[in-house]
Nanobody, 127 residues
Framework: QVQLVESGGGLVQAGGSLRLSCAASGRTFSSYAVGWFRQTPGKDREFVATISRSGGYTYYADSVKGRFTISRDNVKNTVYLQMNSLKPEDTTVYYC????????????????????WGQGTQVAVSS
């Protein structure tokens, strides 16, 4: 089992940057693929980015491709989401999620694929 805690959210002006962190408990974090999602109240949860258990493979939603970068440090048990060129439409709550997988290259885009979720961190981008 793994517990996830997000941090790094805040208020930033349009065009600015934030780096979100997802810190995980547990000794086998390198066995988990991780994803970032975002959700505005009343709307469906939206996929943002995912990274394989090794960190060698990543995949992004079209809406953030070229602006956001997902990475991980398995020694620190942490996954990061570097968000650049932020837009007001990026404003919402961001969640990280993890799923145990035996496949080194596997990436997961569906929220239903994930077993563990953090509590979320709020990002607000002003125009």
């Amino acid at each position: 089992q793994v517990q996830l805690v997000e941090s790094g959210g805040g208020l930033v002006q349009a065009g600015g940057s934030l780096r979100l962190s997802c810190a995980a408990s547990g000794r086998t974090f390198s066995s988990y693929a991780v994803g970032w999602f975002r959700q505005t109240p009343g709307k469906d949860r939206e996929f943002v980015a995912t990274i394989s258990r090794s960190g060698g493979y990543t995949y992004y939603a079209d809406s953030v491709k070229g602006r956001f970068t997902i990475s991980r440090d398995n020694v620190k048990n942490t996954v990061y989401l570097q968000m650049n060129s932020l837009k007001p439409e990026d404003t919402t709550v961001y969640y990280c999620a993890a799923v145990s997988t035996m496949y080194v290259r596997s990436l997961y885009q569906r929220s239903d694929d994930y077993d563990y979720w953090g509590q979320g961190t709020q990002v607000a981008v002003s125009s």
